[in-house]
């Protein structure tokens, strides 16, 4: 046997074991990069930018050319991309659960949890398919902060 069989493993983000998934442990999503890889109607994040004045057109027309003002172009899109997600995701996450009536645990708290969250923090959930009931999970988390 190696000595890596007895070193510990750490998980980066939080992981539930439950019946409804055999309790084998699988990892929970972190809410707002799961928003940006399943939003059905992205806003085109450049206009946005421009309208509100984050990047000029001088800027996109030295982009072209100047690597510097290029990566000022891409960090002003990505950070107003951060931030529509960040401030959207509660609105964003019901219409990609594109279930008649979907069961979601704590859905009443979705709106308050919008209002109250630290956007620095970051919220994880799991989706899967559940029977009616009580369950009992388990969530696995390495991470002290939470």
């Not at 399943?38 to 690597?67: H, I, R, Y």
Request: aromatic letters at 10%.
């Amino acid at each position: 046997m190696a000595d890596d069989d007895f070193l510990p493993t750490f998980y980066t983000t939080p992981r539930i074991a439950s019946q409804f998934n055999g309790w084998h442990y699988k990892d929970m999503r972190e809410i707002v990069p799961f928003c940006e890889d399943n939003d059905l109607d992205p806003p085109d994040f450049l206009t946005l930018c421009l309208k509100e004045g984050k990047v000029s057109e001088q800027d996109l027309q030295l982009a072209e050319v100047k690597e510097k003002k290029k990566l000022k172009v891409n960090k002003a899109v990505e950070d107003r991309k951060n931030q529509y997600y960040e401030e959207n995701w509660s609105k964003l996450i019901m219409k990609i659960i594109r279930f008649r009536n979907p069961l979601v645990a704590n859905a009443h708290m979705i709106t308050n949890i919008t209002n109250q969250i630290d956007a620095k923090q970051k919220i994880y959930f799991h989706i899967d398919w559940v029977k009616p009931g009580r369950h009992t999970f388990l969530i696995q988390h390495d991470n002290d902060e939470i």
